[in-house]
């Protein structure tokens, strides 16, 4: 099962390398195109190369980890953190260090040895050390090297009623949802991108958005999931089993109304199962890709985590299968309404000057609901989509 494989493999931000090359694997049949660029972004290109709005599917291959910093003298390993880790989830783990996967555990004093002030606040990252069972630093850097990477040491297993347990769900169940959608076709020039580095500041995510310049943009996540015993339903920020979360605002991204409500509208005529993404925190690869050119409207879907960030997550099997369908659901709808982009007004817009005598009078709003003509061709949006970055070769971005 590839949620599996993508889960159990390691790719910390900066070492997607194995990520990507379990994608390509899988996606080479199907791909028209498939090609990487100087950060190490994946992109597989799908459907007609023109024609209809090219749509831009992303996900981050990276996942939150560790990284070797010192070997001590005992042969024990000093680390820091990769992206966004609670060091409280890190006590008496199991990891695997490095791209050859050894085994380690990290340690800490046990609590017998405590003074009662240490028992009562999170040991400092600083103070744990992974243990990989060699005798002094001799024996471990002859296996490990400062610079390498240790990752969380779980396996991927179906629990519970129709639940699995795995680390990196954030966001290998994105790489697993696009890659399921990159298999079936669309009649839409579509271009899945596997991102790099998002967890330490969205970094790959928009240079690849400059590339493929994509009409409409979508970004499939994992995402927080707090829906546990205690926790206040507005304080979930999304409940596991009600299908995928469309996201209304977080710390980086506000997608346009019109995007959203589309999105619901979709998922509602299919009778596909949705849920509000609840919470302006957090943040994903929309942020960048948003923001990049001259703007591209860009929504997310998520599927709930629970744990996210820590070594071992949970998801619901059956949200990541309803976020399959809800995202296939919003493609073939675009596929069979090619002026959709319109309705949403989302094209780029040219207003003229009224004829004098015939516009709302001076001082009075533009018309929302009457929106002019397309703007000239030479504007890079035209009625066929968007330019690819080779496309605009030569042209200059103003
Ligand atoms: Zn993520």
């Given amino acids: 099962m590839l949620l599996r494989r993508l889960s159990e493999t390691p790719g910390p931000s900066g070492f997607e390398d194995q990520v990507r090359h379990v994608l390509i694997e ?17 992109f597989v290109e799908t459907g007609p190369e023109q024609g209809g709005p090219r749509v831009m599917l992303a996900a981050h291959m990276d996942e939150v980890a560790l ?3 010192r070997i001590d003298d005992e042969g024990t390993l000093r680390f820091r953190a990769i992206g966004g880790i609670d060091e409280r989830v890190l006590v008496s783990k199991a990891v695997r260090v490095g791209p050859a996967g050894l085994p380690g555990v990290i340690g800490s004093k046990a609590v017998h040895l405590q003074k009662p002030e240490e028992r009562k606040r999170p040991v400092a990252i600083e103070d744990l050390y992974i243990d990989i069972g060699a005798k002094d630093a001799d024996q471990a850097s002859g296996r490990v090297h400062v610079g390498d990477y240790a990752v969380f040491a779980t396996e991927y297993e179906q629990i519970g009623q129709g639940k699995a347990k795995g680390k990196a769900f954030d966001d290998r169940v994105g790489c697993a949802v696009l890659a399921e959608l990159a ?6 020039p579509t271009t899945f991108v596997f991102t790099v580095q998002e967890e330490i500041g969205l970094r790959g995510a928009g240079p690849a958005a400059y590339r493929v310049n994509p009409d409409l943009a979508f970004v499939i996540e994992g995402t927080l999931c707090f829906d546990v015993p205690d926790a206040r339903d507005e304080d979930s920020v999304t409940i596991q089993g009600r299908g995928p979360a469309i996201s209304l605002l977080d710390r980086a991204t506000i997608p346009p109304q019109s995007l959203i409500r589309w999105m619901a509208e979709v998922a509602d005529a299919r009778e596909i199962p949705y849920q509000w993404r609840r919470s302006g925190a957090g943040g994903n690869d929309a942020g960048a890709i948003h923001l990049t050119r001259r703007g591209i409207p860009t929504g997310a879907i998520s599927v709930p985590v629970r744990y996210i960030h820590s070594p071992a997550q949970i998801v619901d099997l059956a949200d990541y299968e309803n976020t399959i369908a809800l995202t296939e659901a919003l493609l073939r709808d675009l596929e069979d309404h090619p002026d959709r982009l319109d309705g949403l007004r989302l094209a780029n817009r040219v207003y003229p000057p009224a004829a004098p005598g015939s516009g709302p009078s001076p001082g ?8 002019g003509p397309e703007p000239p061709p030479a504007s890079g949006k035209g ?12 042209e200059q971005e103003p």
């Fill in 183 to 188: 298999k079936r076709s669309f009649q839409l």
């Fill in 383 to 394: 009625p066929e989509g968007n330019k690819t970055a080779a496309e605009e070769e030569g």
């Fill in 26 to 42: 899988e996606l080479r049949p199907h791909a028209r195109r498939i090609y990487t660029d100087a950060l190490g972004n994946l």
């Fill in 67 to 69: 990284m070797i910093v």
């Fill in 364 to 371: 009075a709003p533009p018309h929302p609901g009457r929106p």
